[in-house]
């Protein structure tokens, strides 16, 4: 099936029906005091839904977007939305950056022109890049999957798909999150296309973290870091478990309410951000996000991909035992869920030539932390290049 242009054209009338339901939304109650103990506060909430209702944009978001060529690809029974950003640099790499849950390629928006034309941007034309920005199938503009068992595996095989049929035989493989998996698998089972894998999420645990050998190698700092990412894994994933057992269920609230949908990601970015939440993004740049699964109707079929993962066996946390062997490029942010030490990740990952840390930053690192993550994608295809 040929790749299908595509253009964000969301019509008047949901724009009008998402704010009317903001205007009538019913709160819960909250304890005093409770701050984010209890998960979004009302106080926030309210906040951000006055601001959603009467502030915030869609159409520049859409306009953001439509700045760019996109398409449409069918690849492994679903549809594949993409952002597309070729280079005029005629040796330019290509690169697909895949994101996570539960973020989009809004994450990606104010990196895309840097990457594909750096020397508008005060850096070096020989860093430029073919741009690819693929939503996973069932998330964003790639609109809700359609099959049961659509696991991480196959999300990798689509987007994999999708490059051959946009030309692209050798690319880098770049993500964070549920895109950290994907370019995992990329590296793994479509190796013969990888130039090298970029990730700012890393898994690789011992088989048994009670051996004697497990935490050989392993610095004091590197498990402190383990130790406060454990403890923030142990009080802040339960939202895995729903997805990933009942996310129908789930999905009513989020489908039906914008509040609830909003209350469900602000959380996360509260949580998993290194800044406070307004320190950290504006309001435009996380509606853009939250907006962007409403309007979509994504929001099920996003948590949908836990629970097919967790029923095929690939899930993230699930036990990995395979290897990736391309050259390998991580950069480690301090508030990311997961703190991999290097002599665990250099079992799995096997060909590791760029290893970072930044001093600030968490799970959206392209969005929170931009001009880090920029020179660090740019390192690791200097690397490559020469």
Request: glycine share 8%.
């Amino acid at each position: 099936m040929p790749i299908e242009a595509f253009r964000a054209q969301i019509p008047d009338s949901e724009i009008d029906d998402l704010r009317r339901r903001l205007d009538g939304v019913r709160l819960p109650d909250q304890l005093p005091d409770s701050g984010w103990s209890y998960g979004t506060p009302r106080d926030v909430l309210e906040e951000w839904i006055a601001y959603w209702r009467d502030d915030f944009d869609w159409r520049v978001v859409e306009d953001r977007f439509n700045s760019f060529e996109q398409g449409l690809a069918e690849a492994e029974g679903e549809r594949v939305h993409f952002v597309h950003a070729r280079s005029t640099v005629p040796d330019a790499i290509p690169i697909v950056l895949t994101h996570g849950w539960p973020g989009s390629v809004v994450e990606f928006l104010d990196l895309i022109e840097p990457l594909r034309d750096p020397a508008a941007h005060g850096g070096d034309p020989r860093d430029a890049f073919h741009v690819i920005c693929p939503h996973i199938p069932g998330y964003g503009f790639s609109g809700p999957t359609r099959q049961m068992g659509f696991h991480v595996d196959r999300a990798a095989a689509a987007i994999a798909g999708m490059m051959q049929q946009l030309g692209y035989e050798r690319y880098i493989a770049q993500g964070g999150d549920w895109g950290a998996v994907i370019t995992r698998r990329l590296a793994e089972a479509h190796a013969d296309h990888i130039l090298g894998a970029h990730f700012n999420f890393l898994l690789a645990f011992p088989e048994d973290m009670s051996a004697p050998d497990a935490w050989e190698g392993v610095t004091p700092e590197e498990l402190q870091a383990f130790s406060e990412s454990a403890q923030r894994i142990a009080d802040g994933t339960a939202y895995s478990e729903i997805q990933g057992t009942r996310p129908q269920t789930l999905a009513y609230g989020m489908h039906d309410s914008p509040a609830a949908l909003l209350a469900w990601q602000l959380e996360k970015f509260e949580a998993w951000s290194h800044a406070p939440l307004d320190e950290a993004y504006t309001k435009d740049q996380v509606l853009a996000n939250v907006a962007l699964y409403w309007f979509t109707n994504t929001a099920n079929s996003a948590s949908r991909l836990y629970c097919e993962s967790k029923r095929a066996g690939n899930y993230a946390a699930d036990p990995w035992a395979g290897t990736v062997d391309v050259p390998v490029g991580y950069c480690r942010y301090p508030r990311e869920l997961t703190q991999t030490p290097r002599a665990w990740a250099e079992k799995r990952y096997r060909n590791i030539v760029h290893w970072t840390e930044a001093e600030s930053g968490g799970h959206f690192a392209a969005l929170e932390n931009p001009g880090f993550f920029l020179e660090d994608v740019r390192a690791f295809g200097r690397l490559l290049r020469d």
